[in-house]
């Protein structure tokens, strides 16, 4: 069984930053795309950031220049650095990840619990 944890959430202040891990487990044979969604309070999931095996990256244009996505194939984890956190960016964030078993060679969607970040002014 596959699972995506997610941690590194908090409180922060405006301007500060946050780093946030997510690492898979289970019998995982290789994983390809990996991201970062959000959620905030009445609003609808959106991705955040997003980066494929190979590591190419793509990102929100909320968040350009102030995020990075990077991943560690070693440990089968993927991070997003938060610099210059708005208000704005108060949302639970979810880890996602396609990730291939021996079950399901191709792949499927896997998605993480979610880990709650709260900006204040």
């Known amino acids: 069984q596959v699972q995506l944890v997610e941690s590194g959430g908090g409180l922060v202040q405006a301007g500060e930053s946050l780093r946030l891990s997510c690492a898979a487990s289970?019998?995982?044979?290789?994983?390809?795309?990996m991201g970062w969604y959000r959620q905030a309070p009445g609003k609808q999931r959106e991705l955040v950031a997003a980066?494929?095996?190979?590591?190419?990256?793509n990102y929100a244009d909320s968040v350009k220049g102030r995020f990075t996505i990077s991943r560690d194939n070693a440990k089968d984890t993927v991070y997003l650095q938060m610099n210059s956190l708005k208000p704005e960016d108060t949302a639970a964030y979810y880890c996602?990840?396609?990730?291939?078993?021996?079950?399901?060679?191709?792949?499927?969607?896997?998605w993480g619990k979610g880990t709650l970040v709260i900006v204040s002014s």
């Open positions: 289970g019998s995982i044979f290789s994983i390809n795309n």
């Open positions: 996602n990840a396609v990730i291939a078993t021996i079950q399901v060679p191709a792949g499927m969607y896997y």
């Open positions: 980066i494929t095996g190979d590591g190419s990256t």
